[in-house]
Every structure is written in structure tokens, then in C-alpha cells.
């Protein structure tokens, strides 16, 4: 890696150098060592791997002779092999013990192994294997099969909205204006009869005013109107009875009534729908 950015103390590459990368790439390393042939060759170096050459390919663990050779320099009164599956341990355990090594140990991730006099053992276990941290606390075994599971399947979400829409509505208190329709407004004859009863008629905002100032004699048609929407939807034509004071001052509802009449009067209105 300091060869190939240039950077190494002792060894500067040449062009024309030959450079040998004899092992394969370990998986996820891939662009790593895409980098690093890039960095040779940009040196003037000629490298030679394992994409270039398939038949290339150098174990970077001992063969069994390399193993044999190394005991028989060691020569060691203790063994205890390491790196690798069980099949590799006991494997260069047998070998170990065929070279003469009596005491040889094959232990695995967790035991404790003592040596006493001597003599190799194994004196206990300890909990060994990975552990998730999540925001400095341990994240549980089933937590972690959970979210394997979700990678693997995936996950659906549905989700719903409520909006209610509330119309805004002007009330016009009328004493002359009669009440004589055969069918619904359409939404732009309400919109139409609200901007011109709000030019030339007082407004009143809510009918359920109750006041002990109203005499129960005055009585006066209301015609609710849906003047604006918040959003644009299609109307819904409902009857509504509605149901007329029978009490008003002339005080509080219009200065110009002189007289009303009583009673109760049902008419057609449009609402809006609600919105999901």
C-alpha cells in the first residue's frame, strides 16, 4: 500500500518493475485493491493478479509442509494450533503429535487454557461470540433476528389521513326575502348569493345565541349560505330543517325590522363532503 502511494521509507518503485499480488481478493475488498494496482501501475509498475492471471494464487496460510517445518525449528513441548475451522486445528494438531509433541491442546473461541507444570488444560468457558452496540446499549438476540428477517422480506406500511373540512358559512337574516325554492343551489349560485347578501345585509356568525334581550315574538327566516371551501370538492345536497329564533330585538339583529313573522320553515342547503 506505501509502495503504490508512494510513501514507502525504503523502496521506490522503478518503471518496468514487476509487481506479484498472489492472493485473491477477500470479498468486500474488491475496490480496495483496485486502488492499489491503479497506484502501482500509475508508477510505471507492471502488477500481475489474480484478475489478470486466473492461474495465479498463493494461499497466504501454511501448506503442510511449511507447518512440519516450522515445528521441527520450534521444536515445542507445548502445542496449541490456532486460525481455522476445527477441521484445520485438529487437523495440524495430528501432525504436531506425529512429530513428537506430547503435549498438544486443541481448544476453541471461549475456553480458557492453563498451563500447570507443564501440562496443557482447559479450566473453564467464558461467553464469547459478537455483540451489537446500538447508541451504547446492547442490542438483544431478537432484536437483531428481527431485523435480519426485515432485510431479507422487507416491509409493507399503509397509512391514512383524516381531514375534515370545515366550511366557512355567513348567515343573512333577511325579513323580506322569501324562501321559495324548488331544488338545490349549485355551489356557484351559493357562492354567487353570499357575496351579494354580504354587500348589502348585515351578517350574523351563529344562530345559537340565545339572549334574554330577545323577545320571543320576533321571527325572522334565516337563509344559511355556503359562501367559500377550503378545498374544491363536489357538494352533497342534504335537507336541513332549520329552526328559526323566536326571539330577536330589532337591536340585535337588524335596525330596519319592524315586524316578523314566526315559525318554523324547512329548506335545502348544500354542505360539503368530508375528506379522507
Do not use: W
Request: glycine content about 8%; some cysteine; overall charge positive.
Amino acid at each position: 500500500t506505501r509502495l503504490a502511494g508512494g510513501t514507502h521509507p525504503a523502496l521506490v518503485l522503478e518503471p518496468g518493475d514487476l509487481v506479484v499480488l498472489s492472493a485473491r481478493a477477500i470479498p468486500g475488498n474488491e475496490r480496495a485493491i483496485q486502488g492499489l494496482v491503479d497506484g502501482l501501475e500509475r508508477q510505471g509498475a507492471i502488477v500481475r493478479f489474480p484478475v489478470t492471471d486466473p492461474a495465479l494464487h498463493v494461499s497466504g496460510h501454511a501448506g503442510r509442509e511449511e507447518q512440519r517445518t516450522m515445528i521441527e525449528l520450534v521444536r515445542p513441548r507445548g502445542f496449541v494450533p490456532v486460525h481455522g475451522y476445527f477441521h484445520h486445528l485438529s487437523r495440524h494438531a495430528a501432525l504436531a503429535r506425529s512429530m513428537g509433541v506430547d503435549d498438544v491442546l486443541v481448544i476453541e473461541d471461549g475456553a480458557l487454557a492453563e498451563c500447570t507444570r507443564g501440562r496443557l488444560s482447559v479450566v473453564g468457558k467464558v461467553p464469547t461470540g459478537r455483540i451489537a452496540i446500538d447508541e451504547g446499549q446492547r442490542v438483544a438476540a431478537s432484536v437483531l433476528r428481527d431485523r435480519a428477517l426485515l432485510g431479507t422480506t422487507g416491509i409493507a406500511l399503509r397509512s391514512v389521513s383524516l381531514l375534515k373540512i370545515r366550511p366557512n358559512c355567513s348567515v343573512n337574516v333577511s325579513p323580506t326575502r322569501k324562501l321559495k325554492m324548488a331544488s338545490p343551489p349549485s355551489e356557484p349560485d351559493c357562492a354567487k348569493r353570499a357575496r351579494s347578501s354580504a354587500a348589502n345585509e348585515p351578517v350574523i356568525p351563529a344562530l345559537n345565541d340565545h339572549s334574554s334581550s330577545m323577545r320571543p315574538e320576533s321571527v325572522t327566516p334565516v337563509e344559511r349560505v355556503h359562501a367559500s371551501r377550503s378545498v374544491t370538492l363536489p357538494p352533497l345536497a342534504v335537507t336541513i330543517c332549520a329552526k328559526l329564533l323566536r326571539s330577536a330585538s330589532k337591536a340585535r339583529i337588524n335596525p330596519r325590522l319592524n315586524r316578523s313573522t314566526a315559525g318554523d320553515v324547512s329548506r335545502s342547503a348544500v354542505v360539503p363532503h368530508a375528506s379522507v
